[in-house]
């Protein structure tokens, strides 16, 4: 038995190498990539002269269950299944709070006096290093990235309780440490066109940052960018918001219920553009369709990804994919949901298409979510691409 296993073996390893370079091509899947490097020696060789994939995003499940685990719950929604990552030994039990392209993310975890921030590629475990003083920060709603975390021009901007904190990542400074603005608590916030931007319901600020002679960061104090009124919404407590760059605009998705003739709630995108030099000098245009990309929402990580024809799988273009950490609203369609997989710790995902209204033109949104007693902490991931 254990001859004829061996044959068959050296039958798949000994395939032409074009052939198996056709295969690997034709695979959109990533853990079907992984697992075609997995059958051999010869397969894997294969695998690295070809062109790497660009991935989808996956969604890490994490709640204050499994706070202690040693790796993270990934769903891709690409296969439809389940994985578990592996997290560095400094990211265990620790809260996500950002995400960068490729694979990083950054976690904190309760100190006396505050916060210890921590940036770490969960898929190779490199760490990037913060200084002492960057290494204590008050509590973190959000950080994002500037660019890459491995780049010393990359500026880390962290929505605190009352304020904005920015600091250079790899700076040599001994004065390196969080700078901090008073502002309000932004619902969002993203970098574009050298600016920072913070998002708080309706009104959209704006923030210079300088540098210091030291090479360190500075946050001015906000300005609001006047801009024309939004399409009138029902409701005041049940909208949510947020704002991203995609390529050299700055997006925002906002969902809510936007019609009294339509009850119920669904997402709205729209692209802010420079309407003039007079008041208001900035407007928002509504974005009536994604064209081949697919939107991809959580509290702490927002991306447009361009979805090939031939790589799409298990997501489809010009849709909204999110999770929500409340159901808002119109969402107790729960006993109506997919019940995709039940985690190692007795937690369900869901995932549900929300409501179509008839006459309604807008783009068609995935919701995901757990049951849990604290709700959702999910956030999407970019993984690196395979």
């Known amino acids: 038995m254990a001859a004829k296993m061996r044959a068959a073996g050296d ?12 295969v690997y091509g034709r695979i959109a899947s990533p853990l079907h990539r992984v697992r075609f490097a997995a059958v051999c020696r010869s397969w894997r060789v294969v695998k690295s002269w070809q062109q790497p994939a660009p991935t989808f995003p996956w969604l890490i499940l994490s709640s204050r269950d499994d706070d202690d685990d040693t790796a993270k719950r990934v769903f891709c ?9 592996s997290l560095p030994p400094e990211a265990i039990g620790k809260r ?35 200084s002492a003083k960057q290494s204590t920060t008050p509590w973190i709603k959000k950080l994002i990235f500037s660019e890459a975390p491995t780049s010393n021009h990359c500026v880390l901007a962290a929505i605190l309780a009352d304020r904005l904190a920015v600091c250079r990542v790899g700076s040599q400074s001994h004065n390196n440490q969080w700078i901090s603005q008073w502002c309000y ?7 574009g066109h050298g600016k920072l931007y913070g998002l708080l319901r309706n009104y959209l600020f704006m923030h210079d940052i300088h540098m210091t002679n030291e090479g ?6 906000p300005h609001i960018l006047r801009t024309n009124p939004l399409p009138k919404f029902e409701g005041t407590g049940f909208h949510i918001s947020y704002i991203l760059k995609h390529g050299n605009k700055l997006l925002m998705a906002k969902r809510a219920w936007w019609s009294q003739e339509n009850k119920g709630f669904f997402f709205k995108v729209f692209e802010l553009a ?15 369709t994604l064209d ?8 702490n990580c927002s991306r447009m990804v361009c979805l090939p024809a031939d790589r799409r799988d298990g997501v489809e ?5 999110y999770n929500n950490i409340k159901l808002i609203g119109d969402d107790k369609s729960i006993y109506n949901d997919v019940d995709l997989t039940k985690c190692d710790n007795g937690q369900h995902l869901y995932c549900g298409k929300d409501r179509k209204f008839n006459g309604v033109a807008m783009i068609m949104s995935v919701r995901y979510y757990v049951t849990s007693s604290d709700h959702n902490n999910l956030m999407w991931l970019l993984p690196p691409d395979l």
């Open 274 to 288: 420079k309407t003039s030099n007079t008041r208001p000098a900035y407007g928002w245009t509504e974005v009536t």
């Open 77 to 85: 929604p690409a296969d439809g299944e389940l994985l578990r990552v």
């Open 185 to 191: 608590s932004y619902d969002d916030i993203a970098f």
């Open 11 to 22: 039958v798949w390893s000994k395939l032409p190498d074009e052939i198996l370079g056709e």
């Open 96 to 130: 996500l709070v950002g995400f960068h392209d490729g694979g990083w993310i950054a976690v904190t975890s309760a100190i006396a006096g505050g916060e210890s921030p921590l940036i770490v590629n969960i898929f190779s475990g490199v760490e990037v290093p913060l």
């Open 216 to 221: 360190n960061p500075v946050v001015s104090t």
């Open 292 to 299: 081949d990309h697919a939107l991809f929402l959580s509290a």
């Open 317 to 321: 273009s010009n849709h909204i994919y």
